[in-house]
């Protein structure tokens, strides 16, 4: 019985050398966990200690989280930073205008005073990692608070203040701490994080360089994209987090990585640090069901339908190309990952394979003796099923009924009204003044017709697809919701600020109450509500026994798993290769420049090449960043460990030096979040050399390059 225990597991687990390179690990755990062992194994030829450091120089120091979603790495001694176009497309997208469109035509500082600022954008360092768990449960023991609560932030964000406020980094500038579950609540850790809020454009390749293939291309192999962007970070005179001002002066960095031009060969070691956002892999079979049918595919059906409407008016209309570029992009990775997950599950046999590990994780249980592991599978299974249509169709709601973007709470109206009925004059006209300009931000972000033409798209997906019948009465059947959504759009007082401003001239509760938003407001909320409860009751339970099934799990395999992302500081190691996703079908590890140009297709926008790269391609001129055989390398796969928030982060070499730029995944492993397959998951970065050809000699940023550690 033991042998055939063994073998399970070993299946379960991937214990073959070609399988090692599986996790997001924790580097504050890299002793427990014996890593070092695994990463001198794999190739690694610097100290481990180096990785990962508190008291010494460390890559510790190199890495930070590139605004509230992505990863950026420090290459020079003055503060520049390396991450992807796509991290950095919302901020230059904000920036842009169609006189400067530093997102479509890009934008190549000469010089240090050409360096732009960028409004809202900031970037954090992780100082130090303390485990919090006993002061955590202890906490959640005083307060009595379920296992879903004590997750929370509501409740851990205090508490990080309050154990901050007794470090020895509370007079610090720009410390954020906050506390973190691992393990599902197993385990807590308190990260103690700087961020710099003055952080300054550098260079921005054009779109059709960054974003080649745009996103039909997006998840998909072979790739010919530069998706890298360079800011740099800037601080006060002694080096502190302060705000944009022009006395500011770049950070100085006492550690950052070297940039190697000596490239990559087939079967290298490669490691990535950064911020992975979010794993699932201690889930049941039962719970990855929830997760593609109740969550997924909701999303995934209307969003199709969506992408496409917007991509039709894009290519039409350059001033909407520009104004919906960052949330076609967005929305366009949401859906293509959502669908891709559920394809990619079904095609490596997930469910299957989940099943086997439970089946494991009974035959553990039986032998371990503890009672709480009893049956908490099939605890999980039928609170799953309790709640499958309820999930789905609040997600369904949410996507097909609820996008007015242009529309605000119509809380600030009757803020208004209360002040109206106060009769005090200075309330009035301070109420007044917060209500236009929020109606304001707003109506400025949105195009009436546009929003319209959305909602008229989506909501027959809802009275097709809802699976309980809990339907706001608007949409009680399609004449109905047609009927209703032409009164929204031309009737309602929120439909201009002049109407706005009537109202604000002769207000009435009884007008904005009968006003058809406010009544389709109230009645969206009010259904909205009715999952809600559900879901709640739902999420509190799942807590608890999530926590327990984990734990067990990281028991079963001796705690050898690294936990879920978390969207914390983690490092995954793998290997140079390329990979065969179905039968007859070889990719290579590697593409050049000479892709582009087969690719290229005048009648699509989104292969159209660059007339200025093409010179360069024309004449064969890529400098010290060509290949031996005088072709300029562009993308590479390797077999590394990410998911979203690796973006941008640095993919290294065996002596930790930088060679190229994690950016994406390929479609055959998106359902990598749920289980790593290292048959068919891969990472696809741009290659440094392409980034310093574009920065030097297509771009004329030149001047970087002479504060960065370049080694030939």
């Not at 427990?32 to 508190?54: I, T, V």
């Not at 909320?525 to 990281?554: F, M, N, P, V, W």
């Not at 982060?649 to 930088?658: C, K, Q, T, Y």
Request: aromatic share 12%; glycine share 6%; hydrophobic share 40%.
């Amino acid at each position: 019985m033991k042998k055939i225990f063994s073998f399970c597991l070993a299946f379960v687990l991937g214990l073959t050398a070609a399988h090692a390179d599986e996790g997001m690990w924790l580097l504050k755990l890299m002793e427990r966990q014996h890593l070092a062992d695994s990463l001198r194994k794999a190739g690694l030829q610097m100290p481990a200690n180096q990785l990962y450091d508190e008291a010494s120089p460390s890559l510790r120091e190199c890495i930070g989280q590139f605004g509230g979603g992505c990863t950026g790495e420090v290459v020079s001694p003055d503060g520049l930073i390396l991450t992807n176009n796509h991290c950095g497309f919302g901020f230059v997208h904000a920036m842009s205008t169609m006189e400067h469109n530093y997102l479509q035509d890009g934008y190549f500082a000469r010089n240090r005073s050409e360096e732009l600022p960028v409004p809202n954008l900031t970037f954090t360092f992780v100082l130090r990692i303390v485990d919090v768990t006993q002061q955590v449960n202890e906490a959640a023991r005083k307060a009595g608070v379920d296992e879903y609560t004590a997750q929370s932030q509501s409740f851990l964000a205090p508490l990080a203040t309050e154990l901050h406020k007794k470090s020895d980094l509370k007079k610090k500038k720009g410390i954020v701490a906050r506390i973190v579950p691992f393990f599902a609540a197993n385990e807590y850790y308190l990260f103690y994080e700087q961020q710099f809020s003055d952080v300054r454009l550098v260079a921005n390749p054009p779109q059709n360089i960054a974003q080649f293939g745009f996103n039909q291309d997006n998840w998909m192999w072979p790739r010919h994209n530069a998706d890298f962007a360079m800011f740099r970070i800037y601080a006060d005179k002694d080096g502190q987090p302060a705000a944009y001002s022009d006395k500011n002066v770049p950070l100085k960095c006492k550690k950052f990585l070297p940039i190697s031009l000596k490239g990559v060969e087939n079967a290298d070691y490669t490691m990535i640090m950064g911020f992975p956002g979010r794993t699932s892999r201690y889930l049941t079979a039962s719970e990855v069901h929830l997760r593609t049918q109740s969550q997924n595919f909701p999303i995934n059906l209307a969003g199709e339908a969506q992408l496409d409407f917007m991509k039709a008016l894009m290519d039409r209309d350059s001033v909407a190309n520009l104004k919906l570029a960052d949330e076609y992009m967005s929305l366009g990775n949401m859906v293509k990952n959502y669908g891709g997950m559920n394809e990619s599950v079904k095609k490596t046999g997930l469910m299957d394979i989940k099943r086997t590990e439970e089946k494991a994780f009974r035959e553990f249980t039986a032998r371990s003796g503890k009672p709480e592991y009893l049956n908490i599978i099939d605890r999980i299974d039928s609170l799953v099923a309790a709640v499958e249509d309820t999930l789905h169709d609040f997600f369904l709601l949410q996507y097909t009924v609820g996008q007015q973007g242009f529309y605000i709470k119509t809380d600030a109206f009757y803020e208004f009204l209360k002040a109206v009925e106060s009769g005090k004059t200075k309330e009035i006209d301070a109420a007044r003044t917060k209500l236009l300009k929020w109606y304001d931000l707003a109506a400025g972000n949105t195009d009436l017709d546009f929003d319209r033409q959305t909602m008229e798209l989506l909501y027959p997906y809802w009275l097709k697809y809802n699976r309980l019948g809990m339907t706001p009465s608007f949409l009680k059947d399609a004449a109905t919701a047609k009927a209703h959504y032409a009164d929204l759009y031309e009737n309602s007082l929120f439909r201009s600020r002049a109407s706005v401003e009537a109202f604000l001239q002769n207000p009435s509760r009884e007008v904005l109450e009968a006003d058809p938003f406010t009544r389709h407001w109230n009645e969206y909320h009010q259904t909205l509500a009715r999952y809600s409860g559900a879901l709640k009751a739902y999420q509190t339970k799942r807590a608890e026994l999530d926590k327990i099934y984990t734990r067990g799990l990281c028991e079963m395999y001796d705690w050898s798993k690294a936990p879920d992302a978390n969207f914390t500081l983690r490092m995954t190691y793998g290997h140079v290769g390329g990979y065969s996703p179905r039968d007859a079908v070889e990719y290579g590890w590697q593409t050049v420049l000479d892709g582009m140009l087969e690719k290229e297709n005048p009648r699509d926008p989104d292969y159209v090449m660059n007339e200025e790269l093409r010179k360069f391609w024309l004449e064969g001129n890529f400098g010290r960043y060509a290949l031996p055989n005088g072709k300029l390398p562009v993308c590479f796969l390797s077999n590394n460990d990410i998911t979203g928030g690796n973006s941008g982060s640095p993919v290294m070499n065996a002596r930790g030096e930088l060679i190229g730029i994690a950016f994406d995944g390929n479609i055959e492993s998106l359902s990598s979040d749920l289980r790593f397959n290292p048959a068919l998951q891969r990472c696809i970065n741009v290659d440094i050399r392409y980034v310093l050809f574009l920065l030097d000699m297509f771009g004329g940023s030149s001047y970087v390059l002479d504060e960065m550690d370049i080694r030939e």
